[in-house]
C-alpha cells in the first residue's frame, strides 16, 4: 500500500510523518517510524511493516520495536520474517516484540516456525509462544526438547512450564536426567514445579545429586514449592558444597515443616554466611518446634540486622504454634 492511498482522512501531522518515509536521509526514516509508534495508528502497521525491508539497520530496528503494538496477522508474520534479517540487532528486536504478544490468536502464525531451519528463529518462536500459552503449542515445544540448539531446548521447556500439561511430565522429568547442558537440566527440574503428585519426585532426587550446583539448586527448589516427601534428601542438602543450595534446601525444609531438620537447621544459625543464617531461622520459625527456642533465643544477637529481624519472625511464629496446640 502507497503513502498517497491512506492519506485522505489522516490529520496533517500524521500525513507529515508518512511523507518522511520516504526521505533520503536514514535519520529522518528512523525518526518518522518512532514517530509512527507514538501515534498507533492501526491504519498506519503496513507502513512500519514496509520500514522491515529499510535498507538502514537502524530503521528496521525501529519498526520491529513499533510492531509490538500491532497483533495482526500480517504484522505477526513481519516480525517472524524480520527474526531472518541479515543484522543481529534486528533480529533481536523483532525477537523482543513477538515476546510481547498477548493475544493467542497470534500462536496460528507462529507455530508453523517453530521447525525454521534457524536455531535463532526456532527460540524467539518459541519464546513468543511462552507467554500465548496456546494450547496449540504443545506440540512444537515437545519436538523443541530434542532440538539439536540447547537455547532452543531451553524455550521448549520453559513453553511447556506455561502449560502446565501433565502429558508434558515424562518428556521433562527425562530431559531434567539427561540433557547435556546443566542450564536445560535446571530449567527442566524448575519446570516441574506444576507437578501434581509424586510422580516427578525421583527425578527431582536425582537433580540433588547433579555434578552442577546450579541444578542441585533447583531440585531443592522445586522440593519446596511442591512440598514433596524430600525432607531426608534435602536434609543431607544442607552440607552441600555450595551454600546456595544449602540456602534453598533451608527454605524447603521449612516449607515442608520437618522436625527431622530442626537439629541441622539450628547448626546452620552460627553459619559464617549471614543469608545462611537467615534462612535457617525462617525455617525454623515454619516447622514451629519449640526445642529451637534456645538457639534462636542465643540467635537475637546476631551482628547482621537482617538475620535478628528473621530470628524475631521465627520466635513469634513458634509462640503461636505454641498458643494453637494449647
Known sequence: MSIDSIQAGLDPALQAILRRLEDADSTVRRIAVMDLADEGEP???????????DPAPDVRVEAARALEQFESGPAVAALVAALGDSEAVVREAAARSLGELKDPASAAELIPQARHPDAFVRGAVLRAL????APGSLAPALAGLEDSDAA??????????????ESA?????????????????????GALGYA?????????LGGLQDPEWQVREEAATTLGKLKLAAAEALIVALDDAYWQVR????????????KDAVEPLITLLTHQIGNLRKESALALG?????????????????????????????LEQIAAAGRHAA
Open 43 to 53: 491504519d498506519t502497521a503496513p507502513q512500519l511493516i514496509g520500514a522491515l525491508r
Open 130 to 133: 511462552r507467554e500465548l500459552r
Open 152 to 165: 532452543v531446548r531451553r524455550e521448549a521447556v520453559a513453553v511447556l512450564g506455561y502449560l502446565k500439561q
Open 169 to 189: 511430565l515424562g518428556a521433562l522429568t527425562a530431559l531434567a536426567a539427561r540433557d547435556p547442558e546443566a542450564e536445560v537440566r535446571r530449567a527442566a527440574l
Open 196 to 204: 501434581s503428585g509424586a510422580v516427578v519426585l525421583p527425578a527431582l
Open 247 to 258: 540456602l534453598r534446601a533451608a527454605r524447603s525444609l521449612g516449607r515442608l515443616k520437618s
Open 286 to 314: 515454619e516447622i514451629g518446634d519449640g526445642s529451637a527456642l534456645a538457639a534462636l533465643g542465643a540467635a537475637q544477637a546476631d551482628p547482621d540486622p537482617e538475620v535478628r529481624k528473621s530470628v524475631r519472625l521465627a
